[in-house]
C-alpha cells in the first residue's frame, strides 16, 4: 500500500474522534501504583504541606494536567496545603493557572491554602537550596509577596515542613528531585509523568527511591475514578482503548504481510 | 466559541497540515511556536530571575548582586575575538559546581541505590527476575571477551531483556503520543465545535 504511513494517522484519527463523540464506558482497572499515591495524599491532613513542581512544557499539557489536575483536587479537597512552584519556565503559567482555577472550585484561598513561588532556573541548585533555606531560592512568591507576609510560606522553610513533594514531570525532572531532594534531606517524592517516561523511573520506584509513581492518561483517570470525580482522564480512556487497539490490529496485520512476502520464493522486503 | 479558542483551533489544524506533507501553513505555525517558547522563557527568566535577583538588589544597595551579573556578562564575551577568554571564567566555575553537586549526588541515586536495590531484593521472585535481568544485560556489554559458551548464553538472554524493556518503553511512548492527540481532539470537538459535552 503506498503511503501507508497517511492510512495509519487516518485510522487512528477516525477511531479516536468516534470513541470521544461516543462514550463506550469501557471497564477501568485501578493499578497499585495509583492508589499508593492515592492512599499517600489519603494519609495527610490539614496540618500537612505537599509541594508540587510543575516540571514541564506546554507541548505535554494534554497528558499532564489531568493528572495535576487530579492530585492538586485531592489536596484541595483534604484541606491540605498547596505550594506551588515550576522548574520549567512553560509550567509556571500552566501550574498558576491550573491553582487558581482550582482553588476557585474548592473555595481555598491564597497565602492561607496555597502559594505559588513561580519559576526558578537551575533546578540542581534550586531543589538543594530549598532543602537549606526556600526564602534563599525564592525571595517573593509569584505574585510578589514576601513570602514572611503570606501565612503558608511564612511556616514552610525548608523540606523539613513539606511532607510529599509530587514533581509533575515530562522529561528527567523527578530524577533530580530525587538525587538531591531525596538522597540529600530524605524527601518523599511522586512523579506525576508522562507515560513515556515510566520504564525510566520504574528502577527508583522498585528501590523505593520513589514513594509513587502516576503514569500518563491512564493514571489520571484511575485517579479521578478514585476521588469519584471523571473528567478529562476518564474521557480520553475510551479513545486511548479504541486507538492502542487499531495499533495493536496494525501491528498484527503488519506483521502477517511481511511473513507472507518472505515465503514467497521471489519475496523481497519492499518498504 | 471565542475568538482565542478559533486561533488556538486553527493554530492546531496547521501543525497537523503536515501529516499531509510539509506546507508554508504548517512552517508559519512551527515558527510561531519556536519563537513563542522562547520569548515566553526570555520573560518569564527576566521576571522572576534577572530582575528580582540581580537588578532590583543592585537599585536597592545591595552591591553583592554586581557579582553575578558580571559573571553573567562575561559568557557574552564568548562573541568577540580578543576577549573570549574571559568567558572561560563563569564556564569554569558552572562546569565545576555543577559537576562537584552532580557526581555525588548521581553516583548515590543512580548507582549506588540501584545497586543495594537490586542486590537486597533477591529475596521474592520480582527480586531475581531483577537480578538475573541486570547481571545478563551487563553481560552483553563485555566486549573484551567473546561471547561464546556461557557468556554468550547470558550476552543473549540480556539481549532479551532489553527488548522486553524496548518494547516497555515503545508502547508506553505509543501511549503518551496518543494521549496528546486526544487531548487536541478534545479541544477541537469539545472546546472549539462544541461537540462534546464535559
Not at chain 1, 499515591?37 to 489519603?42: A, G, H, K, M, T
Request: hydrophobic share 50%; aromatic share 10%; proline share 4%.
Amino acid at each position: 500500500m503506498r503511503d501507508s504511513r497517511r492510512w495509519v494517522f487516518g485510522l487512528i484519527g477516525v477511531g479516536v474522534t468516534i470513541a470521544l463523540l461516543v462514550r463506550l464506558g469501557m471497564p477501568l482497572r485501578i493499578t497499585d501504583d495509583t492508589r499508593t499515591v492515592y492512599e499517600l495524599i489519603e494519609s495527610l491532613d490539614s496540618t500537612n504541606v505537599v509541594m508540587i513542581s510543575f516540571d514541564h512544557e506546554a507541548s505535554s499539557l494534554p497528558e499532564v494536567r489531568p493528572l495535576a489536575q487530579a492530585v492538586v483536587d485531592h489536596c484541595f479537597r483534604r484541606e491540605i496545603p498547596v505550594v506551588g512552584l515550576a522548574l520549567f519556565s512553560e509550567g509556571t503559567a500552566a501550574g498558576y493557572s491550573l491553582l487558581v482555577e482550582r482553588s476557585r472550585e474548592f473555595n481555598r484561598a491564597y497565602g492561607t491554602d496555597w502559594v505559588y513561588l513561580g519559576f526558578r532556573p537551575q533546578y540542581a541548585s534550586a531543589i538543594l537550596g530549598m532543602g537549606e533555606n526556600i526564602g534563599d531560592v525564592f525571595e517573593s512568591d509569584f505574585e510578589g509577596n514576601a513570602l514572611d507576609a503570606l501565612p503558608l510560606s511564612e511556616r514552610v522553610h525548608n523540606y523539613g515542613d513539606i511532607d510529599l513533594v509530587i514533581s509533575v514531570a515530562d522529561g528527567s525532572m523527578p530524577t533530580y528531585w530525587v538525587e538531591y531532594a531525596r538522597s540529600r534531606y530524605e524527601q518523599r517524592v511522586v512523579g506525576a509523568l508522562t507515560a513515556v517516561m515510566v520504564t525510566s523511573f520504574l528502577p527508583y520506584l522498585e528501590s523505593g527511591q520513589l514513594d509513587g509513581i502516576l503514569a500518563g492518561l491512564k493514571a489520571a483517570a484511575e485517579y479521578e475514578y478514585l476521588l469519584g470525580q471523571p473528567g478529562a482522564g476518564t474521557r480520553g480512556m475510551d479513545a486511548q482503548s479504541v486507538a492502542h487497539g487499531i495499533i495493536a490490529v496494525l501491528i498484527i496485520v503488519g506483521n502477517v504481510q511481511l511473513w507472507l512476502r518472505r515465503r514467497k520464493p521471489d519475496g523481497h522486503n519492499h518498504s | 466559541m471565542t475568538i482565542e479558542t478559533t486561533i488556538t483551533a486553527l493554530l492546531t489544524l496547521a501543525i497537523y497540515s503536515f501529516l499531509v506533507g510539509d506546507n508554508p501553513i504548517y512552517k508559519f505555525a512551527e515558527h510561531l511556536l519556536v519563537g513563542l517558547s522562547v520569548g515566553y522563557t526570555l520573560v518569564v527568566t527576566l521576571k522572576s530571575v534577572i530582575w528580582p535577583q540581580t537588578i532590583e538588589p543592585l537599585f536597592s544597595g545591595n552591591l553583592i548582586s554586581v557579582i553575578p551579573l558580571l559573571l553573567g556578562v562575561l559568557i557574552f564575551l564568548r562573541v568577540s575575538k580578543t576577549m573570549a577568554p574571559w568567558s572561560r571564567i563563569p564556564l569554569a566555575l558552572v562546569v565545576g559546581g555543577g559537576a562537584g553537586v552532580a557526581i555525588p549526588a548521581m553516583l548515590d541515586a543512580r548507582i549506588l541505590s540501584q545497586m543495594g536495590a537490586t542486590m537486597s531484593g533477591a529475596t521474592t521472585w520480582n527480586g531475581w527476575v531483577i537480578v538475573v535481568g541486570v547481571s545478563a544485560t551487563l553481560t552483553y556489554f563485555v566486549f573484551t571477551r567473546k561471547s561464546t559458551g556461557a557468556l554468550g548464553f547470558a550476552s543473549r538472554a540480556g539481549r532479551y531483556f532489553m527488548m522486553i524493556f524496548f518494547g516497555a518503553t515503545f508502547a508506553y511512548t505509543v501511549m503518551s503520543r496518543v494521549a496528546l492527540l486526544i487531548g487536541r481532539l478534545e479541544f477541537l470537538m469539545g472546546d472549539w465545535l462544541g461537540l462534546i459535552g464535559s
